[in-house]
């Protein structure tokens, strides 16, 4: 069995219409959840063994708050353009490709990639996937070149407004 967390980037800002999309930067709550979501992720995600995660500055900036709020998760980070992608199906390829030998994997990505990836992967009916929301799916295969959809237990779902202030 696989292990594969998902945690969508937290809330950008759109203060700077000249910037693209890619280079827009966390908003001030964005930075607070990212933070707040770090003692979820090290909860359930001690195990990682490699994060993957879109390019885009809204990603980046997220996965390095977390990683700093309680230097968890501890995996080797990647940035893969691959990720920079708002479709699932994008996704559920990407995850096809990876080394096998890998057990669990964070991936930091967007929507509505990361909610319909949930939803096939799960078969379980439509789920809001908000910023800084993070996921933990039980994978039944072996090999993630055998994911598809059904194949996955949703163990675990988090956002920003479960957690104390």
């Not at 827009?24 to 959840?33: A, M, Q």
């Not at 990361?114 to 090999?143: I, N, S």
């Amino acid at each position: 069995m696989k292990t594969l967390y998902l945690l969508r980037h937290a809330k950008s800002s759109h203060d700077d219409d000249s910037l693209d999309d890619f280079d827009r930067p966390l908003s001030k709550r964005g930075k607070r959840d990212a933070v707040a979501v770090a003692s979820v992720i090290e909860k359930h995600c001690s195990a990682v063994e490699h994060i993957f995660s879109s390019p885009a500055k809204r990603c980046r900036s997220t996965i390095k708050r977390v990683r700093n709020a309680l230097d968890a998760p501890s995996g080797e980070l990647t940035l893969d353009d691959a990720l920079y992608s708002f479709d699932h199906n994008d996704l559920l390829n990407w995850l096809k490709d990876r080394d096998t030998r890998l057990q669990c994997i964070l991936l930091v990505g967007h929507n509505p990639a990361l909610e319909d990836l949930l939803e096939v992967l799960t078969g379980q009916g439509h789920r809001h996937f908000p910023t800084a929301g993070f996921a933990e799916l039980q994978l039944k295969v072996e090999y993630w070149d055998q994911i598809r959809a059904g194949c996955a237990d949703l163990i675990h779902f988090d956002s920003p407004k479960d957690l104390p202030a």
